[in-house]
């Protein structure tokens, strides 16, 4: 443990306190291994039981956005009456999705077919090894951070196209493309989005990031990235992507249900399948916890008042908001069509995110502005995104809507 | 501006999830094994057969064993076999009875066929739908003594159609009555002006 791990409050010590005790019972020459299965264990156990009630919390949370219930029947099989208002809905699906029949595919390429699942959720889980889940919460604490986390991600799409070439199957093949055509177009605003911050920071340690967003302007304005003028479009334009990137509703086309069968996972079922959906829900979570990291302060408290409340709780808070606002956008939006989606990508989000880079470069020369020319700089800054997004957003949608309904001749 | 009709969108989604937790209205979702809807009266799916009097339902069958429902019936689920004796029906007339009448709701297909051609009004629809049973050969075929259900039970479940026939079937007996009787009276009258008609030829 670090000296100034030691000065902070006894609950923000817990998890480091309780790690070095369990290390210590080790010899000497193990300790360094002990220390890093620790982690690997916490994160995998934590993230799973998170996964586990990600599932049921959207279900039942998009049935309350479409005036549903959603499951809250499954209790306890030894318990009748117990309903627990449906929680225990993961473990039976597990139960479920472990012992049924897994069939492969006779044309298969089996090895391929095989390390599909098992690579594209190693890759999912490898992100989050650098994310900052606390003060002194890092599993590995990298100096290219961000490089790591976006060549990780961007792994699963390999992933992804060795499911659609393994089934030998050509709807799995074709829609395979389609995800991969879909997955490159949203790496790049992705990554143009996080540009700014990189520019800003000068670093691409996401603990560096983190600390760079602390402090309050009279102890409740946080100097968090998304309130600034150049991080909320670039926060918008990564949620965009982030929601594309992890092949969620409105971006879910890679297994569109109504549209392609099941898309490049045609041929999988029974465990391999809900592989696929655990290495989706993963990414999904990783790409929250870099949102929130990167633009919405990470662990840090947002009023200083409320800094007696462990990191890591503000944290997962935060990453649970974002969960829930991705739900939400689920339950609203419905599925664009390929054309569409790649016409956002290309001439919506890519040009916006350019010129955000080029926002944040303005922010940077002209940090040395104070007073009233601060408020030039803010108004300057807010118009290099506003304007061109009004216009942008005129052009595209001409003659696109509103929409008239007519009959055929 | 571009993005609008997505706030507006998320607002209405927003309004659903605060709505769906304290305007019951909103909900679409019926518990079903707790909760259960009304049926609508015209609703049916097996037959059953009307008995006139719930204390003795072997005894009161309206079901005479015509077997015309068994005949008409287009997947034959009915069987039917007639009784060898007689017994009084509603009206005090002598009829036969069904002995054995068994309907298999494996192979009914509900088309209500059999209760428009029983010329007695004997045989109704039911509407009964939770018939699920752990045996598919002996519980899923209904014999006499489970069809058999009174009248008032016809009353509960179609009161409007009940009435009817109860009203028809009223008429008619009254007019059968009315019918016997006049009958009656046309004997009588004429057993009695028989006398008079053929009067004696001659007196002493």
Redesign the interface.
Known sequence: MSAAALTDSFLERAPLVLRDWVVNFLPAPLQWLGHHLITIVAVLAVFGTFFAFTTIAERKLLARLQNRLGPNRSGLPWIKGLTLFGLSQPFADAIKTLTKEDIVPAAADKCLHFLAPVIVVAFSLMTFAVLPFGRHLIPVELDAALLYFFAAGAATELAIFMAGWSSRNKYSLLAAMRALAQLISYELPLILSVVPIVLVTSTLSSQGIVLAQGGWTFGFLPHWFVFTPWGFPAFIIFLVAALAESNRSPFDLPEAESELIAGHLTEYSGFKYALFFMAEYFGLTALSGLGVTLFLGGWQAPIAALQFIPSYAWFMLKLIGMLVFFIWIRGTLLRLRIDQLTRLAWQFLVPLALLNVGNAAFWILTSSWTGPLQLIRWAISLAIIVIPFILLGRTLTAGYAPRTYRYAP | ???SG?IN??I???K??A???HDPE????V?YPEQKTVLPENYRNFPFLITENATDPMGTLRCVACQICEKECPPQCIIIEKSKDKKPDATGKLQLYPAIFGIDTSVCMSCQICVEVCPFDAIKMDKVFEITTTDRFQDLFLDRERLAKPNSYYHEIHPVEAAEVDGRLLAERKAAEEKAKVAAAAKAAAAAAKPVVTPPPATP
């Open positions: 501006m571009l993005g997505i969108g998320l209405v989604t927003a659903n999830f709505g769906s937790y909103r909900m679409v979702t518990e």
